[in-house]
C-alpha cells in the first residue's frame, strides 16, 4: 500500500519560513504531477502549489513570490518552501501525488496526512 508522508510542519513567527517534505512510502513506479493543499478550520481546502514532472509549477495568488514548490524525481519527493509566512497561512498542509504504481497501471490520486503549519507570535 502506498501512502505519502509528510514533514516539516510547525509553529513559526509572521515573517519566518519552513519547509515542508513529501514522499511516498512503498514501491511506485513514478510520480506524476505533485502538489501541496490546505485547509483552515471552517475553509474548504484549496491549493496551494503544484508541479508537473517536467517542472511546471501552479500556484494560489495568495502565496505568489513567498512559497516555491520544488521536487526531486529521482526520490520521488515535492518540497514546498514557505518563507514570509502570514498568520493567514495557518492550517494543515496536505500533500497530493498522482501516483503510477507499475508501468502497466493507472494514475491513482493520493493524499497525505496532513501537517500542522500554525504562524503566530
Known amino acids: 500500500q502506498v501512502q505519502l508522508v509528510e514533514s516539516g510542519g510547525g509553529l513559526v513567527q509572521p515573517g519566518g519560513s519552513l519547509r515542508l517534505s513529501c514522499a511516498p512510502s512503498g514501491n511506485i513506479f513514478r510520480a506524476n504531477t505533485m502538489g501541496w493543499y490546505r485547509q483552515a478550520p471552517g475553509k474548504q481546502r484549496e491549493l496551494v502549489a503544484d508541479?508537473?514532472?517536467?517542472?511546471?509549477?501552479t500556484y494560489a495568488n495568495s502565496v505568489k513570490g513567498r512559497f516555491t514548490i520544488s521536487r526531486d524525481n529521482a526520490k520521488n519527493t515535492v518540497y514546498l518552501q514557505m518563507n514570509s509566512l502570514k498568520p493567514e497561512d495557518t492550517a494543515n498542509y496536505y500533500c497530493?501525488?498522482?501516483?503510477?504504481?507499475?508501468?502497466?497501471?493507472?494514475?491513482?490520486?493520493?493524499w497525505g496526512q496532513g501537517t500542522q503549519v500554525t504562524v503566530s507570535s
Open positions: 508541479i508537473t514532472r517536467g517542472g511546471s509549477t
Open positions: 497530493n501525488a498522482k501516483i503510477l504504481r507499475s508501468s502497466t497501471g493507472y494514475e491513482n490520486n493520493y
